[in-house]
Nanobody, 116 residues
Framework: QVPLVESGGGLVQAGGSLKLSCTAS?????????MGWYRQAPGKQRELVATITSAGSTNYADSAKGRFTISRGNAKNTVSLQMNSLKPEDTAVYYCNLDVYGTNSWGKGTLVTVSS
């Protein structure tokens, strides 16, 4: 397990934007491994939001396409999620994920609340 620290959550009105960031705090080259964001709304299962591979290939949930953008930082041990045109249904705890050869690490999550 690799410690992951998320930041950037908060309260925003519908139509607004937020940027989430995640840093893998252990000193290691994570550039070869996939990172991503998942979310869990109250009473629902955790679901994929977006992932990005070492080569920069991205995958988005249908609900995120066209509104969210995932990217990796220059240091390669960071991943960000730019969220635009937020909707109340985007309200959830957002978790950062790191996949190292099938072993997953998770952050503690950051709460995003979108008011109508």
């Amino acid at each position: 397990q690799v410690p992951l620290v998320e930041s950037g959550g908060g309260l925003v009105q519908a139509g607004g934007s937020l940027k989430l960031s995640c840093t893998a705090s252990r000193s290691f080259n994570y550039s070869r491994h996939r990172m991503g964001w998942y979310r869990q709304a109250p009473g629902k299962q955790r679901e994929l939001v977006a992932t990005i591979t070492s080569a920069g290939s991205t995958n988005y949930a249908d609900s995120a396409k066209g509104r969210f953008t995932i990217s990796r930082g220059n240091a390669k041990n960071t991943v960000s999620l730019q969220m635009n045109s937020l909707k109340p249904e985007d309200t959830a705890v957002y978790y950062c994920n790191l996949d190292v050869y099938g072993t997953n690490s998770w952050g503690k999550g950051t709460l995003v609340t979108v008011s109508s």
